[in-house]
């Protein structure tokens, strides 16, 4: 029952603090030390995931939307680039293959994330009349996300698959949107990136982080309302973003004067971090679409401790967010 209670505590997002997947490094020949290397694969995950969860999890479920659609038959569509504030490391350190796990710094460097969307809303069930509004009205929520390939000084993400990942979730109305009522609603959502390769190569040392891949499980509180023209509309939010991947590396050194080519495999490594997020967008009619523009705020619940450093950058560190794209609604 313990179990079971804790598995359903995680669903519901709610507070978990950082967390790691941790497992026991391989190295050929045995030697050697996979130490360094594993510790700064781990340390790397931890400060690129977060940020691809932020990407990928965003502010509104469907861009500019607040409330339930109003039953069947009923459908919202927005499609979105959003943007977000990232870093990558911006220095080439060297990676140990004797010894205990080495303490480098990474450096940081400003790299924002690109992330196409398309979200949809598909109304299940119009809910119960209470006179100019109605309370418990149900939508089906499903989106796809595109991550392009992305090369920044020694990094490199490359997704496979087209890139393309996929989500779905649930929006309850607490409030349908009505000529005098604003909407309201609450939503839980779960995506997923592609399944991605992430490297980092400096020199001839190679930590290559395989089958990677992000999970956000997003919870949303949303209000909202349109008057002629113009809407508003602001939410909260909590995020619980997974990460998890295999790591080979090729670390090349003279030790004792003898060239040595170490290979180093981890079966899983990947951080899980809870977040809060609040954000606020501001649409505009344009005659059958909206345009949508929205701006939100990730932040986090504390630090992942790290061997490495990041420059002044830590990882999990809070981030912004933004988007802009054209909503429907059928």
Same mark, same amino acid.
């Given at each position: 029952?313990?179990?079971?209670?804790?598995?359903?505590?995680?669903?519901?997002?709610?507070?978990?603090?950082?967390?790691?997947?941790?497992?026991?490094?391989?190295?050929?020949?045995?030697?050697?030390?996979?130490?360094?290397?594993?510790?700064?694969?781990?340390?790397?995950?931890?400060?690129?995931?977060?940020?691809?969860?932020?990407?990928?999890?965003?502010?509104?479920?469907?861009?500019?939307?607040?409330?339930?659609?109003?039953?069947?038959?009923?459908?919202?569509?927005?499609?979105?680039?959003?943007?977000?504030?990232?870093?990558?490391?911006?220095?080439?350190?060297?990676?140990?293959?004797?010894?205990?796990?080495?303490?480098?710094?990474?450096?940081?460097?400003?790299?924002?994330?690109?992330?196409?969307?398309?979200?949809?809303?598909?109304?299940?069930?119009?809910?119960?009349?209470?006179?100019?509004?109605?309370?418990?009205?149900?939508?089906?929520?499903?989106?796809?996300?595109?991550?392009?390939?992305?090369?920044? *000084?020694?990094? #490199?993400?490359?997704? /496979?698959? %087209? +890139?393309?990942?996929?989500?779905?979730?649930? !929006?309850? @109305?607490?409030?349908?949107?009505?000529?005098?009522?604003?909407?309201?609603?609450?939503?839980?959502?779960?995506?997923?990136?592609?399944?991605?390769?992430?490297?980092?190569?400096?020199?001839?040392?190679?930590?290559?982080?395989?089958?990677?891949?992000?999970?956000?499980?997003?919870?949303?509180?949303?209000?909202?309302?349109?008057?002629?023209?113009?809407?508003?509309?602001?939410?909260?939010?909590?995020?619980?973003?997974?990460?998890?991947?295999?790591?080979?590396?090729?670390?090349?050194?003279?030790?004792?004067?003898?060239?040595?080519?170490?290979?180093?495999?981890?079966?899983?490594?990947?951080?899980?971090?809870?977040?809060?997020?609040?954000?606020?967008?501001?649409?505009?009619?344009?005659?059958?679409?909206?345009?949508?523009?929205?701006?939100?705020?990730?932040?986090?619940? *504390?630090?992942? #401790?790290?061997?490495? /450093?990041? %420059? +002044?950058?830590?990882?999990?560190?809070?981030? !912004?967010? @933004?988007?802009?794209?054209?909503?429907?609604?059928?």
């Amino acid at each position: 029952m313990r179990r079971v209670a804790q598995g359903a505590l995680a669903a519901l997002l709610t507070a978990l603090g950082p967390t790691w997947a941790h497992a026991q490094c391989t190295v050929s020949p045995a030697t050697l030390s996979g130490a360094d290397a594993c510790q700064k694969a781990r340390d790397l995950f931890s400060f690129i995931a977060p940020q691809v969860g932020v990407a990928v999890g965003a502010g509104n479920p469907v861009l500019g939307e607040a409330g339930t659609l109003g039953g069947l038959g009923k459908l919202a569509l927005s499609a979105r680039l959003g943007i977000t504030d990232g870093f990558v490391p911006a220095n080439g350190v060297a990676i140990a293959v004797t010894g205990a796990a080495v303490a480098s710094d990474f450096g940081a460097t400003r790299a924002p994330i690109p992330m196409p969307a398309v979200d949809a809303a598909i109304g299940l069930f119009k809910g119960l009349s209470l006179g100019i509004t109605n309370v418990g009205g149900v939508d089906l929520l499903v989106g796809g996300t595109w991550l392009p390939t992305i090369e920044k *000084g020694e990094v #490199a993400f490359a997704p /496979r698959s %087209g +890139g393309v990942g996929l989500g779905g979730g649930v !929006r309850v @109305g607490i409030l349908q949107e009505s000529a005098f009522v604003p909407g309201l609603s609450a939503s839980y959502m779960l995506r997923r990136t592609p399944v991605l390769d992430l490297t980092y190569a400096t020199g001839n040392d190679t930590l290559r982080l395989a089958d990677a891949r992000v999970s956000v499980r997003s919870a949303r509180l949303v209000a909202g309302k349109r008057l002629f023209l113009v809407g508003v509309s602001a939410g909260v939010g909590r995020d619980q973003i997974s990460g998890s991947a295999a790591l080979a590396a090729t670390v090349n050194e003279t030790v004792a004067g003898t060239p040595q080519r170490v290979s180093v495999s981890l079966a899983e490594v990947g951080p899980t971090v809870t977040r809060n997020t609040a954000f606020v967008s501001a649409s505009f009619s344009l005659l059958i679409a909206r345009l949508v523009a929205e701006y939100g705020w990730s932040d986090s619940q *504390g630090p992942l #401790a790290t061997v490495n /450093r990041f %420059g +002044g950058k830590a990882a999990n560190a809070s981030g !912004r967010y @933004g988007s802009v794209g054209l909503a429907v609604r059928f």
